[in-house]
């Protein structure tokens, strides 16, 4: 059972998401479109389903399609140490990679991940996160494309999660403990 804990208004509204999505694809668009090649998005779940399908809805770039799980978090709190659930299934060696992340925190994952991708020879790796928590950074970790830089606090909707749940809120919001 999910432990209870308080949320407020929208810390970051939907509308406020929608926007900024947008802003983000016009940008992956136009670093893009210059190559000509393919991008491959590679989608980290379970967090970062949401805002991925709203991003590719406004890609015009030709993109392909991966996904893959990883976690270093349990609960409200960093494990320390990533697991790698699910990896990707399409060959990435000479492509453009676009890795897509909910949040960056410790960055841990991400760092892990990028390094991951990029032992498969690919043309490119680049980072986009919606989310950038840099105060809670414990390792550093290069985002290309930054949706919103938050404070240090526990957030959770619009894919993000609190032990599974939360996850379908439209808005992002801080969580805090009973």
Known sequence: ?????????????????????????????????????????????KGACFFAIDLLRHLTVSTRLDFLQASSYSGMGSTGEVHLHKDITMPIAGTDVLLVEDIVDTGLTASWLLQHLSSHSPASVRLCSLLDKPRGRRIPA???????????????????????????????????PY
């Open 1 to 45: 059972m999910t432990p209870a804990i308080k949320i407020g208004d929208p810390f970051i509204t939907a509308d406020a998401i929608r926007q900024r999505v947008k802003e983000m694809a016009l940008q992956i668009n136009q670093d893009y479109t210059p190559t000509g090649r393919a991008l491959s998005v590679i989608i980290v779940l």
């Open 142 to 176: 290069k985002i290309d494309y930054v949706g919103f830089v938050i404070p240090d606090e526990f957030v959770l909707g619009y894919g993000l999660d609190y032990d599974e749940a939360y996850r379908n809120l439209p808005a992002i919001y801080v969580a805090k």
